[in-house]
T-cell receptor, first 115, second 110 residues
């Protein structure tokens, strides 16, 4: 069955470049989340969509980070003018309804390395 | 103080042992709780939800203590395949976002 799909699996970029990370949630899932996971740490929340509406972006570290989900399905996380501290695994998750007790299902993540 | 705290371990235990992890949270209004498992360089996968009454799934038992603000995970008869990082998740009231602990590393030894 189709789970959450993320691409690319790995991304290497030079400092200062822009990157775009894609997430394909499970079909029909209303809620979509982005998390950032540094080595040896638990994932940290970045942003949340319910359908196409971005309801919470409190975790985005700076205005260089931007996320969108224009048609309520696929989402893109964009990082402008990347810096070395942006190196991390970026995880996307989706859940079936906008309810707090619905478990989130995670994609494999995009491992981003900034040189 | 972090919102969700876990002992990072590692916990090294022999096969067949029983091992328990705790996770404390600071927001008393938190409403939902989960345990996830994460293998090296893989995504987190749901292990189990945690209910106030406690719940069991095979060798795994999860419990919630709201008064003391902690959740626990007990693994009985440990298998080599249980070796992983166990992530505690708390959802604060009024939000849907997960707050993760740092994870507890478990290594089951032959």
């Amino acid at each position: 069955g189709a789970g959450v799909s993320q691409s690319p699996r790995y991304k290497v970029a030079k400092r200062g470049q822009d990157v775009a990370l894609r997430c394909d949630p499970i079909s029909g899932h209303v809620s979509l989340f982005w998390y950032q996971q540094a080595l040896g740490q638990g994932p940290e929340f970045l942003t949340y969509f319910q359908n196409e509406a971005q309801l919470d972006k409190s975790g985005l570290p700076s205005d260089r980070f931007f996320a969108e989900r224009p048609e309520g399905s696929v989402s893109t996380l964009k990082i402008q003018r990347t810096q070395q501290e942006d190196s991390a695994v970026y995880l996307c998750a989706s859940s079936s309804r906008g309810r707090h007790n619905q478990p989130q299902h995670f994609g494999d993540g995009t491992r981003l390395s900034i040189l | 103080r972090k919102e969700v705290e876990q002992d990072p371990g590692p916990f090294n235990v022999p096969e067949g042992a029983t091992v328990a992890f705790n996770c404390t949270y600071s927001n008393s209004a938190s409403q939902s709780f989960f345990w996830y498992r994460q293998d090296c360089r893989k995504e987190p996968k749901l292990l189990m939800s945690v209910y106030s009454s406690g719940n069991e799934d095979g060798r795994f038992t999860a419990q919630l203590n709201r008064a003391s603000q902690y959740i626990s995970l007990l693994i009985r008869d440990s298998k080599l395949s249980d070796s992983a990082t166990y992530l505690c998740v708390v959802i604060p009231s009024g939000t849907y976002k997960y707050i993760f602990g740092t994870g507890t590393r478990l290594k089951v030894l032959a």
